[in-house]
């Protein structure tokens, strides 16, 4: 799930999210979002608010590895600045492919990504 935030009280920059319960995490939700994440804050400004675990039934529901990712903060100046710039939508989606790709070890067209075999 993709969502940008509209909120005072929100830091701005990216979060992403997985299920967790505090006792256990996502089995496969938790590496997924970390995938992401670590792809999504190696964009040029990018602010970091890090990947975290939710309690949350839009994560639990579904029967596929789920995640949330919120892009930015529109009440913060740079993340609108940014979240209208074009550029920068391509490049925040590049870098969600290319999280996902790199953890089903997936060789994408024009992909750098390097695999658990080519470390």
């Given at each position: 799930?993709?969502?940008?935030?509209?909120?005072?009280?929100?830091?701005?920059?990216?979060?992403?999210?997985?299920?967790?319960?505090?006792?256990?995490?996502?089995?496969?939700?938790?590496?997924?979002?970390?995938?992401?994440?670590?792809?999504?804050?190696?964009?040029?400004?990018?602010?970091?608010?890090?990947?975290?675990?939710?309690?949350?039934?839009?994560?639990?529901?579904?029967?596929?590895?789920?995640?949330?990712?919120?892009?930015?903060?529109?009440?913060?100046?740079?993340?609108?600045?940014?979240?209208?710039?074009?550029?920068?939508?391509?490049?925040?989606?590049?870098?969600?492919?290319?999280?996902?790709?790199?953890l089903y070890d997936l060789d994408l067209p024009g992909s750098t990504v390097t695999t658990r075999d080519n470390?």
């Amino acid at each position: 799930y993709l969502g940008v935030l509209d909120t005072p009280d929100a830091e701005p920059g990216v979060a992403t999210f997985f299920f967790s319960t505090g006792m256990s995490d996502s089995a496969i939700g938790a590496p997924l979002a970390e995938c992401i994440h670590d792809e999504l804050i190696r964009v040029p400004e990018v602010r970091n608010r890090g990947c975290k675990g939710e309690d949350s039934s839009l994560l639990q529901k579904p029967n596929a590895p789920t995640v949330r990712i919120e892009l930015g903060n529109l009440r913060d100046q740079d993340d609108r600045a940014r979240l209208e710039d074009r550029n920068h939508i391509k490049q925040l989606a590049r870098a969600i492919m290319m999280g996902i790709s790199r953890l089903y070890d997936l060789d994408l067209p024009g992909s750098t990504v390097t695999t658990r075999d080519n470390v």
